[in-house]
């Protein structure tokens, strides 16, 4: 059960027996969850292939592709006037790299989005960094593509509310 759900069952028993005015209080009542938004998705992929194969697998998921860019300073700039709830980075671009962002993102304090590396440096080494840098999610681009949408798909907003 996923604890970001509200699934709550609501029931007002009491003692005495239902009057013809609460007919409908002992009857268990699933309430609703709250109808949830696209998450906005950033894409930091120098390979436009790569980047076309990702938007089209999250397609289907609840992302909502908000920008992208292919080198780390013009996703450091982006993301500085863009707000998004999840990025979706690879390690190794045209110009710099995805620790570069990943330190620029998890280092202003001002926001709190998801971070799913995606990279072909799958070795424990890289996980290690990235992990400690403040990513949330490795992904292996060779076995993980398919893995991305089901990732956002199970992605709750950040920081724990609406975000723009």
Known sequence: MNPHINSSVSTSASST???????????????AAPARRPL???????EAFMRERVIE??????????EYADSAAAAIAKLRE???????????????TGFQVLREVRGNGNSRPWII????????????????LGADFFVDKAQGLDRLG?????????NGGEST
Do not use: M, W, Y
């Open 17 to 31: 027996p239902p009057s013809k005015h609460h007919l409908g209080d002992t009857v268990p009542v699933k309430k």
């Open 40 to 46: 906005h998705v950033f894409v930091v992929e120098d």
């Open 57 to 66: 697998k999250i397609a289907a998921s609840r992302a909502k592709i908000v």
């Open 82 to 96: 863009l707000p998004c709830d999840v990025i979706i980075l690879d390690l190794e671009l045209k110009q710099g």
């Open 117 to 132: 590396v995606f990279t072909n440096f799958s070795d424990a080494h890289f996980r290690k960094q990235t992990i400690a």
């Open 150 to 158: 089901e990732i956002i798909d199970g992605l709750p907003l950040p």
